[in-house]
């Protein structure tokens, strides 16, 4: 794959049967003569897209030895329908797509049938500041080439990688300005497993406990203490993919002492891996807040689990922020027939919730989170009660408004795209130190944020911190904190009102 694919966003692909429905814990086992199929999905961001929505409605695969497609061997429905994948929001982070039986044999094209559900931007210019676009597909059914073949081996795990390349795919006028048209570019490739760290790590999975099963007697694998089952992409069909999470004795449990007393439709953030014999291995699992999964016709303030980026935030005249309005891009989990994506809620903040800092993110700097370090820009999960009302406002575009009476804020880890502006200070050991990003979305306004690392900072397709060159393109994976107030962090000066952003990663860009 080309150097520019940085963003890990949706679907993880494996053959075997270790995906479970949302309404069982166990594992599927494959069928004679089947592989049971785990999809990873990555993308490349776009800058001025704050959302992209894409809807995968069906996949199926072009035997090399020509006939018929094979497609997926599952109960009804033979495909997950409608799994709504937003390319915006998961840049260098993966998660699960679905698990499917496929039978053995090579495969020489994968064919794909989906849409583009929606496409916004952030429009400081329109109220709501929120502009979407009529869509426009050159084709919803893209055949992409797999070369080499795909091999779905029967009785074991076996892991495609989709890589949809959203630079290429969004059409832009002569002004770089989003057109609305969209051109399918997906790349496909088989995985292959090493020793030490399996297929693949996933450092954010998120979604809420349907089941919890603490010990695990029959598993065969002696190292897992327990398990739960993990639903993903709740906004989906009546079979949303859900994977079985297992523990062991090294996980870290954040949020409940141990699996006796992690309760279902617990909102998660999972840190894991998925292992050589397919099995997903929970490094670090954070469970925030218990929320309503099935929320009723009946219930005027269901609670769920909203995620997305604050685009403006009010202060009282002492500079206290009071409210903040957060663009709903997810919800975990989601009664699709009230909440709104991609439209902007207002959050309360004089009910005084609880604010944390997701501990899947870096906090080398051990800085901390309350309401003095909300900023515009921060990729956060408000959990709480939310009402939806008629809007009045003339001209909107949304006929409901939003309003959020929330319990707790999380911080989570985020992508940022920009700029390097300049090095700030390189440690004898080339990791460690800082540099200037400047944003390139509409949202920031292109604000310069001090980006912090070290020793632990992962650098790909750049030479260290000390291979950065000034306006070389960069996605940044961290934590972002707003910092009111002069300080010298890690000893870096850090003017007041700057955003400080944590680095785990530092991916250089292919201009």
Request: charged letters at 10%; proline letters at 8%; aromatic letters at 8%.
């Amino acid at each position: 794959m080309p150097p520019c694919r940085l963003e890990k966003i949706l679907g993880i692909a494996l053959a075997v049967g270790w995906l479970t429905s949302c309404s069982s814990s166990t594992t599927i086992s494959p069928k004679p003569g089947t592989g049971n199929l785990i999809t990873i999905v990555e993308d490349a961001p776009a800058c001025n897209a704050i959302s992209a929505n894409v809807v995968i409605q069906n996949l199926t695969f072009t035997p090399v030895s020509g006939g018929a497609a094979a497609g997926y061997i599952t109960t009804t429905p033979s495909f997950a329908p409608l799994i709504r994948l937003n390319l915006e929001q998961l840049r260098d982070v993966s998660t699960i797509l679905y698990e499917f039986q496929v039978r053995a044999g090579s495969y020489s094209q994968a064919n794909f049938d989906f849409e583009l559900a929606s496409l916004a931007a952030y429009d400081p210019t329109l109220s709501p500041p929120v502009k979407t676009y009529s869509t426009i597909l050159s084709t919803n059914k893209p055949i992409v080439t797999l070369n080499p073949p795909l091999v779905i081996t029967a009785g074991q795990a076996n892991v495609m990688q989709l890589d949809f390349d959203v630079l290429s795919m969004l059409r832009v006028d002569s002004t770089g300005q989003l057109t609305g048209s969209m051109t399918p570019a997906i790349g496909v490739a088989q995985l292959t497993p090493t020793a030490a760290t399996g297929y693949a790590h996933l450092d954010d999975l998120w979604g809420f406990v349907r089941s919890v099963t603490p010990n695990n007697l029959a598993s065969t694998n002696g190292q897992f203490i327990g398990n739960f089952v993990l639903q993903l992409l709740s906004p989906s069909t009546a079979n949303p993919p859900a994977v079985t999470m297992n523990l062991t004795a090294n996980t870290s449990t954040l949020g409940f002492p141990d699996l006796n007393h992690l309760l279902p439709d617990t909102f998660v953030e999972v840190d894991a891996s998925l292992d050589s014999q397919g099995n997903f291995v929970a490094n670090t699992v954070e469970a925030q807040a218990v929320e309503d999964p099935f929320p009723t016709k009946s219930s005027i303030t269901p609670s769920t689990a909203l995620i997305g980026p604050i685009v403006s935030i009010t202060t009282d005249q002492a500079g206290i922020p009071t409210q903040l309005n957060l663009w709903v891009r997810d919800a975990e989990p989601a009664d699709i027939s009230s909440i709104l994506f991609d439209s902007i809620y207002q959050v309360n903040l004089t009910l005084n919730p609880t604010y944390q800092a997701s501990a899947l993110g870096p906090n080398f700097a051990n800085l901390t989170y309350g309401p003095q370090n909300l900023a515009v820009g921060e990729e956060v999960v408000v959990h709480g009660a939310y009402t939806k009302v008629p809007t009045t406002v003339a001209g909107s575009t949304n006929p409901f408004s939003f309003t959020v009476a929330p319990s707790a804020i999380w911080l989570k880890l985020q992508s940022m795209q920009g700029t390097v502006g300049s090095l700030v200070q390189v440690g004898s050991d080339g990791l460690t130190g800082a540099f200037i990003l400047t944003p390139c979305c509409t949202l920031l306004q292109g604000v310069p944020i001090y980006v912090l690392t070290n020793n632990q900072t992962t650098y790909v397709n750049v030479n260290g911190l000390g291979g950065l060159t000034p306006q070389a393109p960069v996605l940044v994976k961290g934590m972002p904190y707003y910092e009111p107030q002069a300080s010298t962090i890690n000893g870096v000066a850090i003017p007041a009102g700057t955003m400080v952003m944590q680095a785990k990663q530092v991916h250089g860009l292919t201009q």
